[in-house]
């Protein structure tokens, strides 16, 4: 499915990085940032334009590979991986940030994914993540169909459980990035921090 999406010429979710990245990125220790589901690489590559050493992973190859040459043309070097999240290993106490934006899975797979998040940060690292709520079904302007693929407060304070939360938040933002995610969305926002 990911990849006849990607198959489009243009970049579907827009070559500008997500609005909740940018105002908050700086929240990210220097070091090893770890960006799921990253797709076609608007993040990964702003990220290592601040100066990170961004690792993307994502399961889409087409998605992946106009993030290579997204990065080529922004002249960053970015550990491109090709993994299904549901069985990616991402290690333990390796990571300075993990950056999650729309990474929408079946909620099996995000509980576990959260559990090797909580595992796989380092002591100070942060978790940058902003999805949407089942809220969006109301809005359709974009995101997932089925409120099984969204999340909220209650479950993402349980699934990061380990985690301090600095920020966790639902609200409605404009969402106008690419042409996939196009206007009023329900979306939650966390930052928080392994202690
Ligand atoms: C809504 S897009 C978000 C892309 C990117 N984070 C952004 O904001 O531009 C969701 C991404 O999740 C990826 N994805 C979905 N299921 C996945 C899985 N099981 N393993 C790895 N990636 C997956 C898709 O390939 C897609 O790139």
């Not at 990911?2 to 990085?17: F, L, M, Q, R, V």
């Not at 797709?39 to 190859?61: C, H, I, M, P, W």
Request: charged fraction near 20%.
């Amino acid at each position: 499915m990911w990849d006849e999406k990607y198959s489009a010429p243009n970049y579907i979710y827009g070559t500008k990085p997500n609005e909740f990245l940018t105002q908050n990125f700086n929240l990210l220790p220097k070091g090893k940032i770890l960006c799921l589901a990253e797709g076609e690489g608007r993040n990964a590559v702003f990220l290592a334009k601040q100066g990170y050493s961004v690792t993307a992973v994502d399961g889409s190859a087409v998605g992946l590979q106009k993030a290579r040459k997204w990065a080529e043309e922004n002249q960053v070097s970015i550990e491109f991986i090709h993994a299904d999240l549901a069985d990616y290993e991402l290690g333990e106490a390796k990571w300075d940030g993990i950056v999650s934006i729309f990474c929408h899975l079946p909620v099996n797979i995000r509980r576990a994914l959260h559990q090797k998040v909580v595992t796989s940060l380092k002591q100070d690292g942060v978790m940058l993540l902003e999805a949407y709520t089942p809220d969006q079904l109301n809005y359709k302007t974009g995101g997932p169909t089925t409120a099984d693929m969204t999340m909220n407060t209650v479950q993402l304070t349980e699934e990061l459980n380990g985690l301090q939360f600095t920020l966790i938040q639902e609200i409605e933002r404009d969402v106008v990035e690419g042409t996939h995610h196009t206007g009023t969305g329900a979306v939650i926002q966390v930052i928080a921090k392994k202690p």
